[in-house]
């Protein structure tokens, strides 16, 4: 190669290694984004993304299809998400019947059917089955909220049990715990009670300790429904010309003779601040307008913070509770697969593509082609937040100006494809060789010494 003469051996060996080193850089990235999807904590460019800045900010941001977390505020969108979770759930474990009711009973408060995404969730209605009725309560009245089915044995609780309640049917036994937690007669301490009245008694107590459990779509209720601060507390003119209250802010537009604002709700005073983060960012020109956008961008992430927290920590907390459903056969199969939404096709094809471009680079196959794609690759991850003037900084330790790693690595990349680097050393050079040896022309045969003479 005419190439070699040209260029001092040490330069030929460090560009190889320069290139071997990127590529290795992006296979070791790819496959670490790969071992993490098998994890609690798969891998995802989320939250990169949402601190994207500079004119294609809107753009990598809206990839999430949540930038500023508000679907998690929101109480039907919430719950349509679990029910979609639900039923991939259900469908990847094949779960059986009895584990898709309990699955609902958890999620819902209803074993059999959905309620509709923006309404409150049903009363729990729990069960004890079998249960032997004791004789002492046949023809009584159990109460409000207990039921009895003689053909099934079966205890149910419509709606949560109150203590005086439990109590109530309770006091009907002559079952009484005592100080040291062992059972005896109420009218005789002394004496075993008898064996079928002590069993209802342990399952009524287990009823009622289930009927006080909430659902997750109770406890999301009460996150983004039922707690003023949260949501807010308007009152609202009535027909009898009074105000009757509720759960909400009124925005300045809305209030009025009609409506009147009493608590401002945090929710909504993220999504006000959110808008004003945004049109800072948009109209940012001078240093003191992009320092007054990053003073709102830290305002809006710690308020983030304290809103979305709890939200995320009860979804972690419904997806650990359906896991506990589970037969060790089902938790063979592995991690629930994510949905297939915008952000996890385009995570995948960027993991896939460190992962191609890294080997490529290390054996040196279509070394031009893979270092091309590897520059626009790295070129894209620099305009998510471009270090440029006039551009919010991002946060963390770096300081950058116009030039940062990314766009130092992309450009190292354009001029390795500017090199035949692959054809120095690695498959290319087998290639190259290959095609060499089949096109180069044959040799003319030399001259035997009758043609001389």
């Known amino acids: 190669m005419k190439d070699l003469h040209r260029i001092p051996l040490v330069a030929i ?20 984004k790969k071992a993490t999807l098998d994890t609690p904590t798969p891998w995802s460019s989320e939250g990169y993304l949402k601190n994207a800045q500079g004119p294609f900010r809107n753009y990598f941001r809206n990839m999430t299809g949540d930038p500023d977390d508000l679907k998690w505020l929101d109480y039907a969108e919430m719950s349509r998400r679990w029910y979609n979770w639900r039923d991939r759930f259900a469908k990847f474990y094949n779960l059986e019947e009895k584990q898709l009711k309990q699955l609902n009973q958890i999620l819902d408060g209803d074993a059999t059917e959905d309620t509709s995404v923006d309404a409150l969730p049903p009363s729990i209605v729990v069960q004890q089955s079998p249960v032997e009725l ?31 309640e439990e109590a109530a049917l309770l006091g009907q036994l002559d079952v009484e715990r005592n100080p040291d937690g062992q ?40 996150a983004l429904r039922g707690d003023p601060d949260k949501v807010g507390v308007t009152s609202v003119a009535n027909e009898r010309g009074s105000f009757d209250i509720a759960m909400g ?22 999504k006000d601040l959110v808008k004003d983060y945004n049109r800072a960012v948009e109209q940012a020109q001078m240093d003191y307008q992009n320092e ?24 972690a907390s419904l997806r650990e509770a359906a896991i506990k459903i589970l037969t060790p056969e089902q938790l063979k199969l592995g991690q629930l697969p994510p949905e297939p939404t915008q952000l996890h096709k385009a995570d995948m094809q960027v993991m896939w593509a460190l992962i191609i471009l890294g080997v490529l680079l290390i054996i040196g196959l279509a070394s031009r082609v ?30 950058s100006l116009i030039i940062n790693k990314n766009l130092i690595e992309s450009i190292a990349l354009l001029g390795i494809a500017a ?6 050393f690695g498959v290319d050079a087998l290639i190259y060789s290959l095609f060499r040896r089949k096109s180069a022309p044959a040799a003319a045969p030399a001259p035997t010494p009758a043609a001389k003479a």
Not at 149 to 156: E, G, H, I
Not at 200 to 220: D, G, I, N, P
Not at 419 to 424: A, E, K, L, V
């Open 249 to 270: 802010t009124a925005t300045a537009d809305e209030v009025g003779a009609e409506k009147h604002l009493l608590r401002y709700g945090k929710i909504q005073e993220y």
């Open 183 to 222: 059972f005896g007669k109420r009218s005789d301490s002394t004496q075993q009670p008898d064996g079928a009245e002590l069993e209802f008694y342990r399952a009524v107590e287990r009823l009622a300790f289930q009927s006080r459990q909430l659902s997750y779509r109770h406890k999301l209720a009460a």
């Open 370 to 399: 893979a270092a091309i794609g590897g520059a626009i690759l790295l070129f894209m991850f620099y305009l998510v937040m471009p270090p440029w003037p006039g551009v919010p900084a991002v946060p963390g330790p770096e300081h």
């Open 134 to 164: 004791p004789k002492v309560l046949e023809g009584k009245n159990l109460g409000p909220v207990f039921q009895y089915d003689v053909a099934s044995k079966t205890l149910s609780a419509v709606e949560p049990v109150l203590p005086s």
């Open 13 to 32: 060996i460090l560009v190889v290694l320069l290139r071997m080193s990127i590529g290795w850089q992006f296979l070791y990235e790819g496959l670490w």
């Open 419 to 424: 090199m035949p680097t692959g054809s120095w």
């Open 292 to 315: 007054h956008a990053t003073m709102l961008g830290r305002k809006v992430a710690m308020m983030r913070n304290e809103l979305v927290s709890p939200i995320k920590a009860l979804d």
